[in-house]
């Protein structure tokens, strides 16, 4: 049974007195494991197409299963559990909160999920985890505005699996970063498909970023223009291994950390 | 999501943006202090009221000739010719009555050598001092021999006595001329102050009832009489009062009284009416800045929402639910509005302890308004944080995301 099943999706909505078809009909099975890379123009209808698997909104009709159940119809509560509990989202812009240590964004998503009812010391130690998963644990405390991009994006993953979801939703991800970072960033979303079975869907207009994937869908004016398994796969880890080491950039980031427009919401 | 978590979210908020929070606090601090200053001053200005009360007398009635509501020609109070001596004497009979002091009033001018002065001459008994429980601090007080026989005797209060005589004074034994007749001083009274009606009791000469009827008025009624109960109770007595009264006057069910009997405490209640209506307009003008101050934290929160966009919009896309969200910004109000609210019944009482010393204005903070402010200040931070919160959790979690 696929994790997301799709079915003849449409979504339109009016902008003024002008109605935006932003998805024409689109069918589309992902099954578990799967490391999709969605690409398109902008305006093609993929931005859209994440919202609705991400449960942040609705299709106008047809239907969304999510692990077989039938979400493009839940109440809004209900859609906030399942976002909260089988979705995790990594966005460009990394929104992690400011002033707020990097042990507390990642917990964040546990306050809204029964949390209450962990004890704070099994919501760090959680949380621990997650930043290690990522290769932070030296980072525990640093605030955002003390973290460089690829280290503000990792923060922004570890928040993503907290709560062991079925698929992570990522969009745009390496848009902010730079090459060497936008990999690092990559070997991340490998490693987590591979090695935790993690289903994968990365939104990107970089098509060499798609690459990465193991499958790639291409959007154009609201429709699936082509589906297609990647046949020649950038592995992330053998490309950073080839790179040269990353003495200089890491070590100045370290020294001199960046200020706080590296982004990061409110 | 627990109330606790809230709470502790909310705290986080407020406190990476401190100086914003203390200046939206300040608000609640002055309007909760204001209030709060102003119920004191209010409330001491009533106690104030209320002890000049008992210092006139306890248990005191008065019954005055006439009537408010006494029809055909109307008369001044006091000035109608329905109290006859022997009505006061009647009034000793009546259960629960101590003491019974018949009065006739004048006025003139007093001489004492080359002084004069304009005051008030009370005719009474020599129960008086007994029940207005004020004594003659030179010399006494007349005797019922006086009285019977109408002895041109006066006791001086003690700005007459000043006036007259001079200051530390004791001018017993002296003769001074009232409306020409001479009268013999046999005694000062003790100061005595304002009374509850803001009239000046020390100004004032006492000489025996009978002695006003006959020596200087002329006529053959009082105008009023003054009765101590022997208990505070003093409205069944009054009660007991008008019954025998009109019995005396022959008055049938349906005749209205032909005098007026009150108590102190109708007499106190007057002035505590006026009173508690300063304090309440008092209370609701601070009552205004509580008001903008409240305004002033729906403000905040509203730029903090527009502010924070992003975060609600992260916080909503990772699965809190619309009303986490509203929970989380109401909390934030709130929390200033009761920190605000602490803080300002701390100033509230440093205000009013200010005013007590420099400006000798008495203040009593009743312990109720300190609940009330409080509370006050908490439906403040729900009421002006309700919108606030409630756009936050009604925003769009896609829209808030790409908010920039």
Redesign the interface.
Known sequence: MPVISVRNLVKTYTVGEVVVRALRGCDLDVEAGEFVAVTGPSGSGKSTLMHILGCLDRPTSGQYFLDGKDVSRMSKDELAAVRNRQIGFVFQGFNLLSRTSALDNVELPLLYNGGSKLKAAERHKRAMDALTIVGLADRFHHHPNQLSGGQQQRVAIARSLINAPSIILADEPTGNLDTRTSIEVMGIFQRLNKERGITIILITHEADIAEYGTRLVRFRDGRIQADQKILRRRDAEEELAALPPPEDDEAVMEAHPPAAEHGGAA | ??I??TLR?AL?ALN?NKMRTVLTMLGMIIGVGAVIAMVGLGRGAQTTIEEQVKSAGTNMININAGNYSFGGVRQGQGMSNTLMPEDAEALRFVPGVQYVAAGANSRGQVIAGNQNWNTRIEGTDVDFPFIRNWQPKYGSFFTPQDVRTAQKVAVLGSIVSDTLFGPEVDPTGEIIRIRNQPFKVIGVMSTRGQSAMGQDQDDIVFTPYTTVMKKLQGQQHINNITVSATTPETAPVAEAIRETLRIRHKLSGSDPDDFMVRTLEDMASLRTETTKTMTTLLAAIAGVSLLVGGIGIMNIMLVSVT?????I??????????R?VLLQFLVEAIVISLFGGLIGIGLGFVLSDVMERTLQWPTDIPSNAIGMAFGFAAATGVFFGFYPARKAARLD??EA?RFE
């Open positions: 999501m627990s606790i978590m979210i986080k990476r502010e924070r966009t992003r975060e919009g992260l916080r909503l896309a990772i699965g809190a639910r619309s986490d979690p896609i995301l």
